[in-house]
């Protein structure tokens, strides 16, 4: 497939995905469909088939158990989103999304967080409901991985450094 598209048969390489797809060691890895997406024609015809593979990809992975914690390659996740916002598939990056970090139990990290924001503020969903639930998450995954060792770090400097000031202005 890879050497198809780099030869520029995108539309033979997809045919080859599909026909993958229906083999029992078939896995769907958002890194294939990342670089499908990437090297998809700039037309009408290109973007309605990046939607589809989109499609296809999360029902795959319904199909197979959903987004399991632990067992997906987050920057693989990003990799794809990050290539669904350069081809100006904002729904399709939200569905992505969506269906592993919002509702679908898989850890996405920080990194995540900043593609989907401003990807979506790029498109032109950075007012809309979307942006607001990408903070969101952003906000609870930070309370919810800041360590509490490293807040106590952060106290014990800001009261040393008071202390310092203290004894210089004394």
């Not at 990799?79 to 139990?105: D, I, N, Q």
């Not at 593609?115 to 995954?141: I, N």
């Amino acid at each position: 497939m890879a050497e198809l598209q780099r030869q520029g048969h995108w539309s033979l390489a997809l045919a080859a995905l599909h026909v993958a797809r229906d083999e029992p060691w078939y896995r769907p890895d958002p890194a294939l469909y990342a670089t499908f997406v990437s090297s998809s024609p700039a037309s009408e015809d290109g973007a309605a088939a990046v939607d589809a593979l989109v499609e296809a990809f999360l029902e795959e992975k319904e199909r197979g158990g959903g987004f399991v914690e632990g067992e997906e390659d987050v920057y693989k996740l990003t990799r794809l989103v990050r290539a669904l916002v350069a081809k100006g598939r904002a729904r399709a990056a939200w569905r992505v999304y969506e269906a592993a970090g919002g509702m679908g139990g898989c850890e996405v990290d920080e990194y995540m967080y900043r593609v989907m924001a401003r990807g979506m503020k790029r498109l032109g969903l950075g007012g809309g409901e979307e942006a607001a639930e990408v903070k969101a998450d952003f906000r609870e995954w930070e309370a919810r991985t800041s360590s509490p060792a490293g807040d106590l770090l952060d106290e014990m400097r800001a009261r040393e450094e008071q202390h310092k000031c203290r004894l210089t202005v004394n």
